[in-house]
């Protein structure tokens, strides 16, 4: 039983940054590590960025690569998001999960998702 809580989203202009954090309840011990993932109205939840639990392995999607930064804290159990250069395309609700499947990029391989925050970005 894991609880996450999304913070950090919010209004920003294109080319500016946020930073995503996502603090989690209770350690998520089965699982691989943790992930990002949005979602845009009507859209399924796409894969943004996942992190191992020892933080060596990073993963990111092609349109996010280079821009955006995932890491994660073990001692205050959170997991963060650093994005910058931001476009108006990232604009959507973000959530964090615990990856539990082995495939990286795919919305089943997560689970225990958190409430969402929700980046906007203007042109």
């Known amino acids: 039983q894991v609880q996450l809580v999304e913070s950090g989203g919010g209004l920003v202009q294109a080319g500016g940054s946020l930073r995503l954090s996502c603090a989690a309840s209770?350690?998520?011990?089965?699982?691989?590590?943790m992930g990002w993932l949005r979602q845009v109205a009507g859209k399924e939840r796409g894969f943004v960025a996942a992190?191992?639990?020892?933080?060596?392995?990073?993963s990111y999607a092609d349109s996010v690569k280079g821009r955006f930064l995932i890491s994660r804290d073990n001692a205050m159990n959170t997991v963060y998001l650093q994005m910058n250069s931001l476009k108006p395309e990232d604009t959507a609700v973000y959530y964090c999960?615990?990856?539990?499947?082995?495939?990286?990029?795919?919305?089943?391989?997560?689970?225990?998702w958190g409430q969402g925050t929700q980046v906007t970005v203007s042109s």
């Open positions: 209770v350690r998520t011990v089965s699982s691989y590590g």
């Open positions: 999960a615990a990856r539990v499947g082995a495939t990286v990029t795919i919305e089943r391989s997560y689970a225990s």
């Open positions: 992190i191992t639990w020892s933080g060596s392995g990073k």
